[in-house]
């Protein structure tokens, strides 16, 4: 429905107030308007040198939009700038990821370089070896390292972090023949690295987790042929993503692809289950208040049960399964020796046996 506004008519009598007639569409007011106020003289200082009339009032255009307004308008906008830039961010590592994960997902060499890297950390950390794994990097590449290598103790997997320029300085005696090289640089050419890479012994296997997904393309890899490629490539320069070269989205990639090894690693590594092994090493914090109290996941639970039972079993031995030390009068020496060679490390000495070797031991203090 189309209103019609009425014409304008003069008011009757004489008025101070002033009204503003704005274009646009006419809507009735929701209440009736207030009345006119009384007649007041005329000022004859009047800005227009007139006198006797109401003075007139003239709105400029921006003033109707008060400044309040305008900087809530600005605040906002500013909010979803801010908003607008962190969902970039997150989408953007999103996106590196999903493609990392098609890249492992599909291709033959990160596949093939991925199942060596696994069965190298394996090999370093079997019984006959105990060796570790020695993980090196250095600025953003080092706190990925040194992420790495806690998650690999914590899940009891052995492994140490070496500044590459304190091991040029005397720190390498810390890598062990069974050993297992782990290097992280996203450039492929860190100077550190290739500084160090001549003074690490080539028979030890060398992993590289590095943002090259080729062999040829990393200089590394080309001064030591037989290193594992562990690729974690981003999908876009990060300088063309965020307008500058800060290790965002390449850190977050190896971070990933370093928990994948590790996971891996450790599942493989502890048949009878890795989380049992956490709980072990996890104690403290949230997550050892958790298995504490009996909140943690029902499989922590059930491994605690069947662990306290295993421990409660293990030290219960039957009286006619442990040896007797032979011979009346026993020596010391004789009860470890048959200590030792006993399964469960129990013995019994008989009480004459126990006699004579007090006896034997008082003449022996007696003489001169």
């Known amino acids: 429905m189309v209103q019609h506004?009425?014409?304008?008519?003069?008011?009757?009598?004489?008025?101070?107030?002033?009204?503003?007639?704005?274009?646009?569409?006419?809507?009735?007011?929701?209440?009736?308007?207030?009345?006119?106020?009384?007649?007041?003289p005329a000022d004859d200082d009047d800005d227009d040198?007139?006198?006797?009339?109401?003075?007139?009032?003239?709105?400029?255009?921006?003033?109707?939009?008060?400044?309040?307004?305008?900087?809530?308008?600005?605040?906002?906008?500013a909010l979803e700038s801010r908003l607008s830039s962190a969902v970039h961010v997150l989408a953007t590592e999103a996106a590196a990821l999903q493609a990392?994960?098609?890249?492992?997902?599909?291709?033959?060499l990160a596949r093939d370089g991925f199942t060596r890297a696994v069965e190298a950390v394996l090999r370093c950390q079997s019984p006959h070896r105990r060796g570790k794994v020695v993980v090196?990097?250095?600025?953003?590449?080092?706190?990925?390292?040194r992420k790495l290598v806690a998650t690999l103790n914590s899940v009891s997997v052995r492994a140490v972090f070496l500044h590459p320029t304190e091991a040029l300085h005397g720190d390498l005696g810390l890598v062990s023949p069974h050993d297992t090289l782990l290097l992280?640089?996203?450039?492929?050419?860190?100077?550190?690295?290739?500084?160090?890479?001549?003074?690490?012994?080539?028979?030890?296997?060398?992993?590289?987790?590095?943002?090259?997904?080729?062999?040829?393309?990393?200089?590394?890899?080309?001064?030591?042929?037989?290193?594992?490629?562990?690729?974690?490539?981003?999908?876009?320069?990060e300088t063309r993503s965020f307008g500058v070269a800060a290790p965002t989205t390449s850190t977050t990639v190896a971070l990933a692809v370093a928990d994948a090894l590790a996971l891996v690693v450790a599942a493989e590594l502890h048949e009878g289950g890795v989380e049992s092994v956490f709980k072990r090493n996890h104690p403290g914090g949230a997550i050892g208040a958790a298995f504490l109290s009996g909140t943690g996941h029902a499989a922590a639970a059930t491994t605690t049960t069947a662990s306290a039972k295993r421990d409660l079993r293990s030290v219960m031995v039957r009286l006619e399964e442990v040896p007797?030390?032979?011979?009346?009068?026993?020596?010391?020496?004789?009860?470890?020796?048959?200590?030792?060679?006993?399964?469960?490390?129990?013995?019994?000495?008989?009480?004459?046996?126990?006699?004579?070797?007090?006896?034997?031991?008082?003449?022996?203090?007696?003489?001169?």
């Open 5 to 40: 506004c009425p014409p304008l008519r003069p008011p009757a009598v004489q008025s101070s107030d002033v009204y503003v007639r704005r274009p646009g569409p006419c809507f009735s007011p929701a209440s009736p308007p207030s009345p006119p106020s009384p007649i007041t």
């Open 100 to 108: 990392v994960t098609e890249l492992y997902a599909t291709d033959r």
């Open 324 to 368: 007797r030390v032979d011979g009346k009068a026993p020596t010391g020496l004789d009860v470890l020796r048959a200590a030792y060679a006993s399964p469960k490390g129990w013995v019994r000495v008989s009480p004459l046996a126990t006699a004579a070797s007090d006896a034997a031991s008082d003449a022996a203090g007696g003489e001169p």
């Open 184 to 237: 992280v640089t996203f450039s492929g050419r860190t100077p550190e690295l290739l500084a160090l890479l001549p003074h690490l012994d080539p028979a030890l296997p060398l992993i590289l987790l590095t943002g090259h997904d080729r062999p040829d393309t990393c200089d590394l890899l080309r001064r030591r042929p037989g290193a594992i490629l562990l690729p974690a490539p981003i999908h876009e320069d």
């Open 49 to 77: 040198g007139g006198g006797g009339g109401g003075s007139a009032m003239i709105l400029k255009p921006h003033a109707l939009l008060s400044q309040p307004s305008l900087s809530a308008c600005d605040k906002k906008l």
């Open 136 to 145: 090196l990097g250095v600025g953003k590449s080092g706190h990925i390292a």
